[in-house]
C-alpha cells in the first residue's frame, strides 16, 4: 500500500522553529520528487515547497523563501521540512505529497499552529 505519513507539527510561538518528517511506504521513494502544501482554514491548498528525486534542485513558495528548508533522506524513505521564523500565517495543516503515474499521493496532514 502507498503510504505517507506526516508528523512533527504543534503549537510554537511566532519566531520558532518546528521540522516536519513524511515518512514514505509501498513506493520506490528515492525516484520521486516530493512537494509540500499546506492548507490554512478556510483557504485553499498553497504548495509550499519541492525537492527532486536527486535533493539538486529545491524549490520554494516566496512566502517561505529563507525560513523554510526542504531536503530528504532517501535511505530512509523520508522528507523533511525545517521551518524556522514561523509567523503566524504559516499556521495550516502540512501536507506531503507526491505523484505517481497520474495519481496525486497525498498524507493526512499534520498541523501546525502558531500563536503567542
Known amino acids: 500500500e502507498v503510504q505517507l505519513v506526516e508528523s512533527g507539527g504543534g503549537l510554537v510561538q511566532p519566531g520558532g522553529s518546528l521540522r516536519l518528517s513524511c515518512t514514505a511506504s509501498g513506493f520506490t521513494f528515492g525516484i520521486y520528487d516530493m512537494t509540500w502544501v499546506r492548507q490554512a482554514p478556510g483557504k485553499g491548498a498553497e504548495w509550499v515547497s519541492a525537492i527532486d528525486s536527486g535533493s539538486r534542485v529545491p524549490a520554494y513558495a516566496d512566502s517561505v523563501q529563507g525560513r523554510f528548508t526542504i531536503s530528504r533522506d532517501n535511505a530512509k524513505n523520508t522528507l523533511y521540512l525545517q521551518m524556522n521564523s514561523l509567523k503566524i500565517e504559516d499556521e495550516a495543516v502540512y501536507y506531503c505529497?507526491?505523484?505517481?503515474?497520474?495519481?496525486?499521493?497525498r498524507g493526512q496532514g499534520t498541523q501546525v499552529s502558531v500563536s503567542s
Open positions: 505529497g507526491t505523484k505517481i503515474g497520474e495519481e496525486t499521493i
